[in-house]
C-alpha cells in the first residue's frame, strides 16, 4: 500500500473494520438489518413497538395487559372474552394513524376490564406501553356512543391524520325485556 503506514500488527485490524463495514452496508441494503423496533429478540412484526399494557387514568385502569388480536381493516372491530386487545389492522401505538384497542366494560356483578371507562373524561391521559420499554401518552379528546353495530377497523380509524388511540368499549347486552340502541364507547386521544 502506497502512502500509507500503519503500526506492525496494525493493518489486520484495519481490515477487520472495512470487512464488518462491508457487511453492514450489504446488510441494510438487503434488507437483512435488524427488524422494526431493534434487534432485542422480539420477533413479533412491529418489534419493539409491540404494545404490551395501556393505563387510561380516568377510567381507573392501571397497566393493563394488551393482547394481539388479528383483525383486517375491512373486519368488524373485534372483542376479546377478557382484558384489553389491540387490533393488528391498526396502526401501531405512537406511529401515524389510529392504534384500535378494544375491550369490555361488563355489567355491574361481571365487570369486564373497561368497567369504568363511563368515568373517562375529555383530558384525561392514556398511556400505552410498548415492549422496548418506552411509552406514548395520549389526550382524550372525544368520546362517543356507538349505535347498534361494531364499526370495521377501517370505520374506526378513519379520518386518522395524527398519531392516535381509539378504544372501543363494548357495553353488556340489555337485561331481559330491555331496549338499548348503544353497544358502547368509541374513545378518541391524540398523542403528546
Do not use: N, Y
Request: hydrophobic residues 40%; proline residues 6%.
Amino acid at each position: 500500500m502506497s502512502g500509507a503506514k500503519f503500526p506492525r500488527g496494525a493493518a489486520g485490524g484495519w481490515r477487520a473494520a472495512v470487512a464488518v463495514a462491508l457487511i453492514a452496508l450489504a446488510s441494510s441494503l438487503t434488507g437483512c438489518a435488524s427488524p422494526v423496533g431493534g434487534d432485542r429478540g422480539d420477533d413479533r412484526p412491529h418489534g419493539g413497538r409491540t404494545p404490551t399494557a395501556v393505563t387510561i387514568g380516568g377510567a381507573g385502569l392501571r397497566g393493563a395487559d394488551v393482547t394481539e388480536l388479528r383483525v383486517d381493516k375491512g373486519e368488524e372491530v373485534a372483542v376479546p372474552d377478557a382484558g384489553v386487545a389491540w387490533l393488528t389492522g391498526s396502526a401501531v401505538p405512537g406511529a401515524k394513524g389510529a392504534a384500535v384497542f378494544s375491550g369490555r366494560m361488563g355489567a355491574k356483578e361481571r365487570p369486564g376490564s373497561l368497567h369504568a371507562v363511563g368515568r373517562v373524561a375529555i383530558g384525561d391521559e392514556a398511556v400505552v406501553e410498548h415492549a422496548d420499554g418506552s411509552r406514548t401518552t395520549f389526550t382524550v379528546d372525544r368520546i362517543q356512543m356507538i349505535s347498534r353495530g361494531l364499526p370495521t377497523v377501517e370505520g374506526v380509524t378513519k379520518g386518522a391524520d395524527r398519531r392516535e388511540l381509539r378504544i372501543v368499549a363494548v357495553a353488556p347486552p340489555p337485561e331481559k325485556g330491555e331496549e338499548s340502541a348503544d353497544v358502547g364507547l368509541l374513545i378518541s386521544a391524540t398523542a403528546r
